[in-house]
C-alpha cells in the first residue's frame, strides 16, 4: 500500500497534469476562434476579391452593353454608321451657271449636314464670287441632297470630293462654267480649304463638284491654271480626317468609311 509521501506525490502529478491539459484545452480554443475570426474576415475578403477580379476595377468597368458589337475597331474611332445616302441618277438639270451678283461680294456661312455630322463652311463672295454663287444656288435648289462624297485621295494630295449627287464623278448641274477664281500662286493649299474641282486643262469645265482639303496639300497648276479656292472649313474638319483615316475602299477611289450629304443650308 503506498505510503503518505507516495499518495502526496502521486496527487500533485495528478494535479500538475490537469493543469497542463486545460491549459492545452485553453490554447486550442484559443487558436480555434482565432480561425474562426480569420475566416469570417476571409471569407469575405475573396467573395470581394472575385467580385473585383470579374466585374472590373473602379473607372475600369466596362461600360458598353452586353450587345455591342464586337469589332476590333474602338466604336469612337468610326464617325458615322456604316451606311449611306443612295446616289441619285437624274440630278436637277440647269441651263447656265447663275450670276455671280447672287453672291453679294460678301461672307456666307454654309452647313453641309452628312451621315457623319456637320461640317460649317465659311464662303468668300467677295473673291470667289462665281463659285460662291454657284454654290448658294445649288444648295438652295437642294442640288447637292443625298449626295455621296464620292472620291478620297489621302497620298500627296489629301482630299474629299463631294457634290456629284450620281456618286461616279461625272455628274453635273448641266452646264459648266469658269474662269478659275483665288487660285493660290503657290499651289499650296492649306488644310480647311474649300475649292471647286475640274477637269484636267480646262477652266471651263467647273460645275457642282468641290474638295474638301483635310492636309496642307501642294496641287500643281496645269495649262488651265489652279483650282477656285472659295471659302474655308469653320467646324467639322475632325470628320472629313477620321475618313480619311478609314483608307479607300475596294474600288481605289471611294472612302471606304461612306459619308453623304443629306442637305446643305447657307445664310
Known sequence: MPSKREREYARRRYADWQIR???????RRRLRNISLVAAGILVPVLVIGLVWFFAGRGDDVATEPTDAPSSTEPAADNPCPEVTTGAVAEPPQFEAAPDPSVAEGRTWTA?????????????????????????????????????????????????????????????????????IENAPADDLYPAGTLAMARVGNDAESQGSQFFLVYQDSTIPSDEAGGYSAFGTITGGLDIVQKIADGGLAEDGTAPARAISIEGVTVQ
Not at 111 to 131: F, H, K, N, V, Y
Not at 134 to 157: E, K, M, W
Request: aromatic share 8%.
Open 111 to 179: 452647313t453641309l449636314t452628312t451621315t457623319c455630322g456637320d461640317i460649317t463652311l465659311e464662303l468668300d463672295g467677295s473673291l470667289a464670287p462665281q463659285s460662291v454663287a454657284n454654290f448658294v444656288q445649288l444648295a438652295r435648289d437642294g442640288f447637292y441632297d443625298a449626295s455621296p462624297c464620292h472620291r478620297l485621295t489621302t497620298s500627296g494630295i489629301f482630299v474629299l470630293q463631294c457634290g456629284d449627287p450620281t456618286a461616279t464623278g461625272q455628274g453635273g448641274p448641266g452646264y459648266g462654267w469658269g474662269p
Open 21 to 27: 491539459q486545460a491549459a492545452k484545452a485553453q490554447r
